[in-house]
């Protein structure tokens, strides 16, 4: 088997130590992470190992979709070790997710919390160093009205318009409040309408791809819960028609795109080129909402692992070529 024309391109790039502005290369790679409240444990993880391996500065873009998102700002604002153990800092994720609130009102996932106040005072983060940085941030949000997913990568122009984005790519509807309006327009949670943000990526001219999952390879696409529907119920087709139509075709979609990049993983003569890392079988399941520290620390380690195990069955296929 000849080594995946991914990991070729991000090796060579990685050799020659180049900065994105002063590549002669005449491909366009971008990096697409996965989120999925808790479960992004995974996906951030091998985010972590691609910063210590020296691959972060090897992309042309990120792209990220809700808590993928923010963990693709970690990766460009070079920062992920340190935003990484947030996830398993004792307490933390207990006063970001508490299904309690829920009963009340008010938002079970705090995602202003987490990004305007965790970002903030309790792990801070240099949201500056992500504006700055030659990799562009493209985070992923679902538009309310068209069902659509849309980049948001043209509205990133400060520190607040930086968080506010990556609130609207994690704003779960309900669970996680009201929509979040930007320039007039109405988004949830990435997730909805493009949880695996590969599709925006193509769309963009992007010729190989580095996606990371947080599913492993034996759990397939689950269809629309009946919390969910009636989550959207709640809000009202008259309010969210595109959310409503999303949800309608969201099984068929999520089983397409597992397809797909299975297939081009195997294949690594076709293109456009995609390359998938997921959590090997055996890992835990974890539910987007989970707390358990102990847990969300075995996410990240189990993570980093299969981004570097992947990298080294490339490398041994690259020696035995």
Same mark, same amino acid.
């Given at each position: ?38 479960? *992004? ?6 985010? =972590?190992?691609?910063?210590? =391996? ?15 998102? $923010?963990?693709?700002?970690? $990766? ?8 990484? *153990? ?27 919390? #987490?990004? +305007?106040?965790?970002?903030? %005072? ?14 562009? $941030? ?9 069902? %659509?997913?849309?980049? $948001? !990568? ?9 968080? =506010?984005? #990556? ?27 493009? @949880?695996? @943000? ?9 010729? !190989?791809? #580095? ?15 009946? /919390?969910?529907?009636? /989550? ?6 008259? +309010? ?12 068929? +979609? ?8 299975? !297939?081009?993983?195997?294949? @690594?003569?076709?293109?456009? !080129?995609?390359? %998938? ?9 974890? +539910? ?18 299969? /981004? ?14």
């Amino acid at each position: 088997m000849r080594v995946h024309p991914v990991i070729d391109v991000l090796a060579a790039r990685r050799a020659e130590g180049t900065r994105p502005h002063t590549r002669t290369d005449p491909y366009r790679v971008a990096l697409a992470v996965e989120g999925g409240g808790s479960r *992004a444990t995974y996906s951030s993880g091998m985010v =972590l190992a691609l910063e210590e =391996l020296g691959f972060a500065e090897c992309f042309d873009a990120v792209y990220g979709s809700s808590a993928g998102a $923010l963990a693709g700002s970690w $990766l460009i604002g070079a920062q992920a070790a340190h935003c990484c *153990a947030g996830w398993y800092r004792p307490g933390l994720m207990e006063r970001v997710t508490r299904p309690g609130r829920g009963l009340r009102g008010q938002p079970v996932v705090d995602v202003e919390y #987490l990004i +305007n106040t965790v970002g903030e %005072e309790v792990v801070p983060f240099d949201w500056q160093a992500v504006l700055d940085a030659d990799v562009p $941030l493209h985070p992923i949000a679902t538009d309310v009205e068209t069902g %659509e997913a849309v980049d $948001l !990568h043209d509205t990133l122009v400060d520190k607040a318009s930086l968080q =506010l984005a #990556l609130r609207a790519s994690a704003a779960v509807p309900v669970l996680a409040g009201l929509p979040i309006e930007i320039d007039g327009r109405r988004y949830v949670d990435a997730a909805v309408a493009e @949880p695996i @943000p590969f599709r925006t990526a193509l769309s963009q001219g992007a010729t !190989h791809v #580095l996606v990371l999952r947080t599913r492993r390879a034996d759990q397939t696409a689950i269809d629309v819960t009946r /919390l969910e529907r009636a /989550l959207v119920s709640r809000l009202g087709a008259v +309010n969210v028609p595109g959310l409503v139509h999303v949800i309608g075709t969201r099984l068929e +979609n999520r089983r397409a795109d597992d397809s797909r990049l299975a !297939h081009a993983t195997a294949s @690594p003569g076709e293109e456009p !080129h995609l390359f %998938e890392v997921r959590p090997p079988t055996g890992a835990d399941t974890i +539910n987007p909402l989970e707390t358990e520290p102990d847990v969300l620390r075995r996410g990240i380690e189990t993570g980093q692992r299969a /981004l570097r195990e992947a990298l080294d069955d490339q490398a041994a296929e690259r020696t035995s070529a």
